[in-house]
Nanobody
Framework: QVQPVESGGGLVQAGGSLRLSCAAS????????MGWFRRAPGKEREFVAA????????VYAVSVKGRFTISRDNAKNTVYLQMNNLKPEDTAVYSC??????????????????WGQGTQVTVSS
């Protein structure tokens, strides 16, 4: 199974926090930048955050900057997304994926492959 597996989603009130995890196996992911995307009902998939292989560089969507933090633990082959001060508009299915090229500030979904199934995040007002 090559797909990463996301976990940590759930229902939270506005202003609350969640931490998502993306568990990936082997060298398929450990040698690549990774990213988080989300898709809300009736909307297009949206870039959220990405992190370089070493973790030394991170990129965020304007809508989440200052509230979300992406990190990774390469020893555990896991990428995290800490989400604070959640808002109802953050409600979506969150998925992680492997970036198939060096990390830049431009992160279209086409720059990513090996998508996970996603985890639902619901923020109530």
């Amino acid at each position: 199974q090559v797909q990463p597996v996301e976990s940590g989603g759930g229902l939270v009130q506005a202003g609350g926090s969640l931490r998502l995890s993306c568990a990936a196996s082997g060298r398929t992911f450990s040698s690549y930048a990774m990213g988080w995307f989300r898709r809300a009902p009736g909307k297009e998939r949206e870039f959220v955050a990405a992190i370089s292989l070493s973790g030394g560089r991170t990129v965020y969507a304007v809508s989440v900057k200052g509230r979300f933090t992406i990190s990774r633990d390469n020893a555990k082959n896991t990428v995290y997304l800490q989400m604070n001060n959640l808002k109802p508009e953050d409600t979506a299915v969150y998925s992680c994926a492997r970036r198939n090229s060096p990390l830049t500030d431009w992160n279209p979904a086409t720059s990513y492959d090996y998508w996970g199934q996603g985890t639902q995040v619901t923020v109530s007002s």
